[in-house]
């Protein structure tokens, strides 16, 4: 089933591109410089999980443990 369609998966899918944005900017900021066009929105995904980074931890932890669980 596509992540469009299970809600679950598609949480999944939004907290891992937040979190591997938010890392590749810290590690090189270089590459989502433009905020613009399609690379704009890996960009927003980063100043997301820079500014709301104990809500993402919180997400993610919570995500983690439903999938072990569940």
């Known amino acids: 089933m596509s992540a469009l369609f299970n809600f679950h998966s598609f949480l999944t899918v939004v907290l891992s591109v937040i979190c591997t944005c938010t890392y590749l900017k810290m590690q090189f900021p270089t590459i989502l410089q433009q905020k ?3 690379r704009g929105f ?3 995904a980063a100043r ?5 980074s104990p809500w993402v ?4 932890l919570t995500m983690g443990v439903s999938i072990i669980v569940f």
Do not use: M, S, Y
């Not at 997301?48 to 709301?52: P, S, V």
């Open 42 to 44: 890996f960009w927003k």
């Open 57 to 60: 931890a919180v997400g993610c």
């Open 36 to 38: 613009t066009g399609f």
């Open 48 to 52: 997301i999980g820079e500014r709301l």
